[in-house]
């Protein structure tokens, strides 16, 4: 099915190790961001992209690095992971719509635990 | 800087009841597009819908309706009949692009608890 992929669902990280958090969309969507969710702080936007080759800061990019080489794949770094990236972590995909049932198509998100 | 308040932290009704949640939003842009988002125990993110600045029309999808105010800046959520399946987390969000391009602007969110 066309949609959102995110891997891994689930992740332990020691502090200081790096990873990459793997995104990709097969509806040729324009837009991509990652989002993390912490309890009772609802989503925050960390990074975005308006296209392959641009990406740019969303709320809280300290710590985090993205690139965008294709349209399908919005992969995003963990340089030195910090128990402060203790997260739910959500990839989203979106396109110039319209149309009120247009929305958002989000990943079933990964949980990231830094020990 | 745009911003969405989710005042109601945790609503529990009984199963049959009508709940609103209530969503108000800052902005600078006279265009700009609103959702709410459902994400049930399970943690999926589920889109309900978006509204455009330029359309006050209310919605309305079998139980659940929406109410757009300009003029108080709120873009509110009803469920009538509650049932236990929409026990949730429920997140209204901004955009002030069409497509969403510069991300979107959450509120913290309202966690409904249907008791049957």
């Known amino acids: 099915n066309a949609g959102v992929t995110q891997t891994p669902k689930f992740q332990v990280l020691k502090t200081g190790q790096s990873m990459t958090l793997q995104c990709a969309q097969d509806?040729?969507?324009?837009?991509m961001s990652w989002y993390r969710q912490d309890p009772g702080m609802g989503l925050r936007l960390i990074h975005y992209?308006?296209?392959?080759?641009?990406?740019d800061q969303g709320e809280v990019p300290n710590g985090y690095n993205v690139s965008r080489s294709t349209t399908e794949d919005f992969p995003l770094r963990l340089l030195s992971a910090a128990p402060s990236q203790t997260s739910v972590y959500f990839c989203?995909?979106?396109?110039?719509?319209?149309?009120?049932?247009?929305?958002?198509?989000f990943g079933s998100g990964t949980r990231l635990t830094v020990v | 800087a745009q911003k969405v308040t989710q005042a109601q932290t945790e609503i529990s009704v009984v199963e049959k009841e009508d709940v609103t949640l209530d969503c108000v939003y800052e902005?600078?842009?006279?265009?700009?597009?609103l959702f709410w988002y459902k994400q049930p125990p399970s943690g999926e993110l589920v889109f309900l819908i978006r509204?455009?600045?330029?359309?006050?029309q209310n919605e309305i999808s079998g139980r659940y309706s929406w109410n757009f105010q300009k003029s108080t800046s709120s873009f509110n959520f009803t469920i009538t009949a509650s049932q236990v399946v929409d026990s949730a987390v429920y997140f209204c969000?901004?955009?002030?692009?069409?497509?969403?391009?510069?991300?979107?602007?959450f509120g913290k969110g309202t966690h409904l608890i249907i008791q049957p």
């Open positions: 989203a995909s979106s396109y110039e719509g319209t149309g009120r049932a247009y929305g958002y198509t």
């Open positions: 992209s308006v296209g392959a080759g641009i990406t």
């Open positions: 902005t600078r842009d006279t265009t700009y597009y």
């Open positions: 969000a901004l955009s002030e692009h069409r497509g969403g391009a510069d991300g979107l602007t």
């Open positions: 509806m040729n969507h324009e837009y």
């Open positions: 509204r455009n600045s330029f359309d006050e």
